[in-house]
């Protein structure tokens, strides 16, 4: 088992462009959850999604934020228009249930530049 | 509103001594608990968990404690290890097992280990 897989480790992108990041859950997993880290600080909630449905999406900023979990492959966070405040890690984590037994990624860092 | 705390930034340790990491919790309505360790340029990684209607767990060399009455959590990890040397996080949900599944963590202790 391969564990929480997400891609890219590093990613960075100037003022404006665009930001992908990529989870795939365990095998076996159906929930994922989305978590964004500052510096020095705790993870911080951002969307909870199953296959093909957002469940709470309460963490995510109102703009260029968006987040899916489609039926074939992984579940894509992605970041419109990225500005030098969206830089920091991005967490994945899945559970077979919800609510219980996360297993994290190792995350993406997103630095934009 | 919600919130989840520690008491302590930074803790440093000598080898084989006991560590004890605190955790304070505002929502009484959390009912499921976890602790989790990250070390540098990792995910958090899964240490022990409990849920509201214990007081205590144990694990190898870790035990959580749960105090529900001044809402309170804390992590004792025994004969403490260079490798445990990890920022500790503490995190709390509110719907077991429910609709929503989005814990709340803490921001941190980090804990060093003098060989």
């Known amino acids: 088992n391969a564990g929480v897989m997400q891609n890219p480790r590093h990613l960075v992108r100037r003022r404006g462009q665009e930001a992908r990041l990529r989870c795939s859950p365990m095998?076996?997993?159906?929930?994922v959850y989305w978590y964004r880290q500052l510096p020095e600080e705790g993870l911080k909630f951002m969307v909870y999604l199953q296959k093909e449905n957002i469940i709470d999406e309460s963490g995510m900023p109102k703009e260029r934020f968006s987040a899916e979990f489609p039926k074939e492959g992984p579940s894509i966070l992605r970041i419109q228009q990225v500005v030098r405040g969206d830089s920091a890690a991005y967490f994945c984590?899945?559970?077979?249930?919800?609510?219980?037994?996360?297993?994290f990624g190792s995350g993406t860092r997103l630095t934009v530049v | 509103g919600e919130s989840v705390g520690l008491h302590l930034p930074t803790l440093s340790v000598q080898e084989g001594d006991n560590s004890i990491i605190n955790c304070a919790y505002s929502n009484s309505a959390s009912d499921y608990f976890i602790w989790y360790k990250q070390e540098s340029g990792k995910g958090p990684q899964f240490i022990i968990d409990?849920?509201?209607?214990?007081d205590k767990r144990q694990g190898q060399r870790v035990t959580v404690l749960l105090n529900k009455t001044v809402k309170h959590l804390s992590l004792q990890i025994a004969a403490t290890q260079p490798g445990d040397s990890a920022v500790y996080f503490c995190a709390e949900t509110s719907n077991y097992g429910g609709s929503q599944g989005n814990l709340i963590f803490g921001k941190g202790t980090k804990l060093s280990v003098k060989p």
């Open positions: 095998k076996g997993h159906s929930h």
């Open positions: 984590a899945s559970s077979p249930k919800q609510g219980s037994g996360y297993t």
């Open positions: 409990i849920r509201s209607n214990m």
